[in-house]
């Protein structure tokens, strides 16, 4: 009896259990979802939306969704911002009644509505037109007063939709200067006031191949890819009749974009520049546009800024040995089995172990303070002859690096590659920093 008793007590919980998830937990959520869905004006979602005109003191626009995004079909031609229509679409069909005014007959001059300002039309996907008219602001000047065409009520509404509809024409352009994705991009040309830049990239990593091959700053030239990246328009003219008016004939700058592995190519042309701007064109499309001069400058490239000025960069855990010889003496290191360094050079230290950081330092530090590209390596001026430091630098490959350091000059060092023909000055003080001191190496 009492197992039975215990049964119905425990179904009586469940049940009111149910009951309080279901109806007041659950059901709450949908109470509070439909009131706030009651509160819309339009019974549409944004993504239904096909079709967006607005009819203003700015004339009349009209958006069409394609398939790669929006265009503007009225009063011309051309790709709209994703992001301005978007934002039109999802205000407009989000768009909330703060309250409705009681007044069976409106006048509608005292709301701005016999003449409104501004008037938003969208057609849907399955052909359904929904209207919306906007007249004055109210006291507040964060609500407005609107209505539905053929409906004798008085909205107020919140501005929010009133500020995305009411743009110029050029508010609702795509204003990218050339479109691509860096990720996309594997090789670029800059040609700019008679000097070419090309550079491809090699992994992560930006190489130079003209007008000199060798590693680039890749903080630099991420850089440049970024502000081509997210460059915008200013102002556009469309239509243009004569490029040579613009100086986009022979334009002082030119940027060719390689994507992908076909090498797909985007071109961009600076031409004449116009007060605190440039008059700009992308190859593949007639309009030109103006670009701010920032992008400009940014595009005078500098052949020093633009290289990579570290003389050796190295992954420590693909070096194996590493020696170094000063005119008067050597170091030897070298990883064991253990991947723990240990020195085998000069006699007395050797098989101690030693902190491996302290070896690297020196050399991770090598960089050019000037670059002389092209040098005579055998100029005496350079002591390459005579060097006043060798670094040999052995990787898991058995592949050998060689560095040497020559004559000082002043408070610099040249240095170079093996295999280069790029002279770097370092400055003097790495002779001191790999004139180790053994007992400041060894593990203590």
Known sequence: MKWRNLAIVAAVFAALGAYVYFYEIKGEKKREEAAENAKKLFAFESKDVAVLTIHSSNGEITLEKVQEGWKISKPLEAKADKFAADGLASDLASLKIERTLED??????????ESPQLKVTAKLSDGKTHELEFGEKDF?????????????????????????????LLDFRDKTVVEFQRDQLKEFTVAVKGKEFT??????DWMVKKPFQARADNSEVNSVVSDLESAKAEDFVDAPTDLKAYGL??????????????RTR?????????????YAKDDSRSTIFKIREDLFKKLDL????????KMLRVERADVNRIEVTLPDKTFAFFKGSDDRWKMSRPEGHQGKYVTDYKIFWPIEDLEGKELID???????????????AEIHIVDKNQKTTEIKLGKVDEDKVFGVVDGGTTVYKVEKKVLDDLNFKPEDLIEK
């Open 374 to 388: 092209n040098a005579n390596l055998k100029d005496p001026k350079y002591g390459f002859d005579k060097p006043s």
């Open 140 to 168: 507040t000047d964060f609500s407005i007063f609107a209505r539905v065409p053929g409906q004798d009520k008085v909205l107020v509404l919140p501005t929010g939709l009133f500020n995305s509809a009411n743009k110029k």
């Open 249 to 262: 004939s022979s334009p002082d700058v030119r940027v060719d974009l390689y994507l992908g592995d076909n």
């Open 302 to 309: 500098d052949s020093q800024k633009i290289r990579d000025k």
């Open 104 to 113: 069976e007959k409106p006048q509608w001059t005292t709301y701005g509505l």
């Open 266 to 278: 985007r071109t961009l042309l600076i031409g004449k520049k116009v007060d605190s701007s440039y």
């Open 199 to 204: 550079f491809e990239k090699n992994k992560d």
